[in-house]
């Protein structure tokens, strides 16, 4: 891989890197002790390789592209310079517990993710946490590694949803390796780099609460408010106040989940962000046609996180956090009464996810075809086009990037709806839908050239197809990334024309049918 160097004045070179993690210690996690972690180096990574950086986020953390060709880069970013660090400055896993699958799974943690430390640049901070760096004291039965095949698909997604304006953690660099570990199949093993400014889960809560733990959740709390939500103090329980917070960030992210189509696979509230981040990538997918039911992980043979079942498994989830913050809310009230105070509190603000999540899909929605003005019928024409969708399993992506296409006038040739219309098996269903459409434009007050621009800018062109992501796999297992670094460009601009990249907004071919994505991923 070649990067242009530039001279910035920001970190060039892996010394200053590691110097610079070393002065952002104070208020850091690892500051709360080893009741919430345990230091210890990476497992070394035989012969390293840069597989793929993204400048973008390395500007973000005050890295120059430079960095990337320090003889060190792929040593320092798999962890192997970490044995030689002193132990007050190791690398660091937390312990956090959680449900998965609805199921109380009980102690869990980072099981292969290793924590470097803390950037701070322009006033923010940023954890840097290397994912598939070895085993740690909560891998249960696992070898701590990640492969080359999900560490490709984290780099990529993490790159699309940031772009398409999701939260997200986001991926600096992926480094490879010809060191082998057995999953369905032999896989070659790599490590991604991880950025976010916290990686604090539902499931830490969980854990303190779950062993009895009042201290420490308090002070896991404290400090989540104080780096995170400091307008949570002023308010007369800080700790409900906390949980409103997360309420309000939950929803907001599902519904732009559901805005793009987009099906995470592994909700569990160990895999859930306290900041409303979409977090960990392991089996995930965007739909290509349309199904309510779809399920883009093939661990899940019960639905549970299928796409129409997001938001009820955020909502079920949330309800857990608020279990587990139960011991800290309510202390402003009398003893007498206090429990039954605290609960009607926490179920109220519980209940604000619907109130929030609800009208945040419908405006969505409502962007994504054009409509600047709510009147009464929109909720009825917004259902009629998911049926029909549904119906014919019309693509997700295509079907609203083509609707910007189309004139409020009815063509005097019907071949100009043809975009729409083709995505369709039932065009008699389609044609009368798109009359109500066409209906409901009229009162509209745009133009169609300014609705196709405001509906370009919410609609995606390019979103990270499965088989898009496996065409890039593919070579990559045969030390090509110029396809995976091809692929990430295009994904940075999703809502762009980008001519002379038409193949990446194209319909899936028929074998990507086939392919499935399952936890080991």
């Known amino acids: 891989m070649s990067f242009s160097p530039r001279s910035t004045g920001l970190l060039q070179s892996i010394e200053q890197v590691q110097a610079a993690l070393s002065q952002t210690r104070e208020e850091a996690f690892a500051q709360l002790g080893p009741a919430f972690l345990t230091r210890l180096p990476a497992t070394p990574l035989p012969a390293p390789y840069a597989a793929g950086f993204s400048a973008q986020t390395a500007a973000l953390l005050g890295f120059d592209p430079a960095l990337a060709q320090d003889p060190g880069f792929a040593d320092f970013f798999c962890g192997n310079t970490t044995r030689a660090w002193p132990p007050e400055a190791l690398p660091y896993a937390s312990v956090y517990s959680g449900h998965q699958f609805g199921v109380w799974a009980g102690q869990l943690g980072d099981g292969r993710a290793l924590n470097l430390g803390e950037i701070s640049h322009d006033g923010q901070r940023y954890e840097l946490q290397l994912k598939g760096a070895g085993r740690t004291p909560y891998s249960r039965m696992g070898d701590g590694r990640a492969v080359l ?130 977090i960990d990538y392991g089996p995930f997918g965007f739909m290509d046609g349309f199904d309510a039911g779809f399920i883009c992980n093939h661990s899940d043979t019960q639905g549970r996180y299928a796409y129409r079942q997001q938001p009820q498994a955020a909502y079920w989830s949330l309800f857990r956090l608020a279990q587990a913050l139960l011991p ?27 109130t929030r999540f609800g009208p945040a899909l419908a405006a969505r929605i409502q962007a ?28 997700f992506t295509l079907t609203f990037r083509h609707l910007a296409r189309l004139a409020k006038r009815p063509p005097a040739d019907a071949s100009a709806d043809a975009p729409v219309r083709d995505l369709f098996l039932d065009r008699a269903a389609c044609d009368a839908w798109l009359t109500e459409y066409r209906t409901r434009l009229a009162s509209e007050t745009r133009d169609d050239a300014a609705r196709a621009n405001a509906m370009n800018q919410v609609n995606p062109r390019y979103v990270l197809r499965n088989h898009l992501a496996q065409n890039a796999i593919l070579r990559a297992e045969e030390q090509d990334f ?38 080991s991923s």
């Open 482 to 519: 110029s396809e995976m670094e091809r692929l990430a460009a295009v994904l940075r601009h999703p809502f762009d024309e980008q001519p002379g990249q038409e193949a990446y907004a194209a319909l899936p071919p028929d074998w990507a049918a086939t392919l499935t994505v399952s936890c």
């Open 328 to 354: 800290l809310f309510g202390r402003q009230y009398p003893e007498t009464g206090r429990e039954e105070r605290v609960i009607e509190d926490a179920q109220r603000v519980l209940e604000t996810f619907k």
């Open 368 to 395: 994504k075809l054009g409509l600047a003005t709510t009147q009464p019928g929109d909720t009825a024409l917004v259902e009629r086009l998911f049926e029909i969708m549904q119906a014919s399993r019309a693509d």
């Open 149 to 278: 095949r999900s560490s490709i698909r984290e780099y990529l997604c993490s790159e699309a949803m940031h772009h398409l304006g999701i939260p997200t953690t986001r991926a600096l660099c992926v480094i490879g390796s010809d060191q082998t570990v057995w999953r369905e199949t032999q896989e070659s093993t790599a490590v991604v780099t991880r950025v976010a400014p916290s990686f604090v889960r539902f499931g830490h809560f969980e854990h303190f609460a779950a062993n009895d733990l009042p201290t420490e959740l308090q002070a896991l709390a404290d400090h989540v408010i104080a780096r995170f939500y400091p307008a949570c103090t002023q308010a007369d329980d800080p700790y409900l106040a906390l949980l409103q917070a997360v309420v309000e960030a939950t929803a907001d992210l599902l519904a732009q989940w559901q805005a793009v189509g987009f099906c995470h696979g592994v909700m569990n509230t160990d895999n859930l962000s306290l900041l409303g981040l979409t």
